[in-house]
């Protein structure tokens, strides 16, 4: 958020300017958003407490200063009822994805092409649109420049993914071949990704004009299933956070898709490795240490096993 802020501003911003600057949007913001951003918000203020740069008594004025002027009932107050959001879903069948990349790759124009490519392999590989762009393949690792991290938050500027039992040699050359057309186009562009990304999903959009089952499909939406993938298949929080470039193990549970939601796959099924050093730079989120702090189960399985008691002999 800081560095969001400092891009419209145009100048350096601390922390005290997040929160001003939430207090003086909360009325346009929906209160799903505000709550949302605020968590973003006191997250940092205690990671700024931890590392020292802020005491208590700093903490007490920037949280008194999150609330606005009129309250909480203030909160979304002036949304407007019609909303622009993309509504990127979810939750998406294989077959629909399947179904937008052979229809992408039917056009045969150079941006539906890539389209189609990010539709196909988009699910397996879980990384933010931009990402792959400009992205390099070595052997089985994917190395990728990561779209948020600043200020040494989250694993770090570079992410590295392993692909294994989920990509044959074949696809793997039509990820390469991805990989080339993306950055050719990233240097026709002057190395604008924001831009690439949009060209993209305005082709996605015209795609899927006037195709019912494909409403909200956007091209994040590979990656909120990849996500609901990742969790079916057995990774952990922590796995999954270091595959996706979350510095807390609760983001992706929090923002993306569910576990219930995954695609069946076989036994031990494990599309990506994981990155030792990215793993090691996870922590838990404020509800995981809430949970530690007062001794309660992290999980919903050691929840139900300790209601169940201990299992007879």
Avoid at 294 to 306: I, K, M, V, Y
Wanted: charged fraction near 30%.
């Amino acid at each position: 958020m800081e560095r969001t802020l400092a891009r419209k501003r145009g100048s350096p911003v601390g922390i005290a300017d997040v929160v001003e600057d939430l207090r003086a949007r909360a009325k346009s913001l929906a209160k799903a958003s505000y709550y949302l951003y605020r968590a973003t918000v006191l997250q940092r203020i205690r990671d700024l407490f931890a590392e020292g740069v802020l005491d208590e008594e700093g903490i007490q004025k920037l949280v008194a200063r999150l609330t606005p002027e009129d309250g909480t009932a203030s909160i979304g107050t002036c949304v407007p009822e019609k909303r622009t959001s993309a509504q990127s879903r979810k939750h998406v069948r294989a077959v629909s994805f399947s179904t937008l990349a052979f229809m992408s790759y039917a056009k045969k124009t150079r941006t539906y092409v890539i389209v189609g490519a990010m539709m196909e392999y988009g699910p397996d590989l879980v990384t933010r649109p931009c990402e792959l762009i400009g992205g390099i393949m070595t052997g089985r690792w994917l190395s990728i420049r990561a779209a948020k991290c600043t200020n040494g938050r989250g694993v770090g500027e570079i992410r590295n993914l392993g692909l294994k039992d989920a990509f044959t040699d074949f696809d793997l050359e039509e990820v390469r071949d991805l990989l080339t057309l993306l950055r050719e186009d990233l240097q026709k562009v002057g190395g604008d990704r924001s831009k690439l990304v949009r060209r993209y999903g305005a082709a996605l959009r015209r795609l899927r004009q006037g195709v019912s089952w494909a409403k909200g499909i956007t091209l994040k939406s590979t990656r909120a299933q990849g996500r609901a993938n990742l969790a079916r298949a057995g990774y952990t929080a922590f796995e999954i956070a270091s595959i996706m470039g979350h510095a807390s193990a609760e983001t992706s549970a929090s923002h993306y898709g569910r576990k219930s939601q995954g695609w069946k796959s076989s036994h031990n099924r494990r599309p990506l490795a994981i990155s030792e050093r990215a793993l090691g730079r996870v922590r838990p989120g404020a509800r995981t240490k809430a949970k530690i702090a007062r001794g309660q189960p992290l999980t919903f399985s050691e929840t139900r096993d300790a209601f169940a008691g201990p299992k007879p002999a």
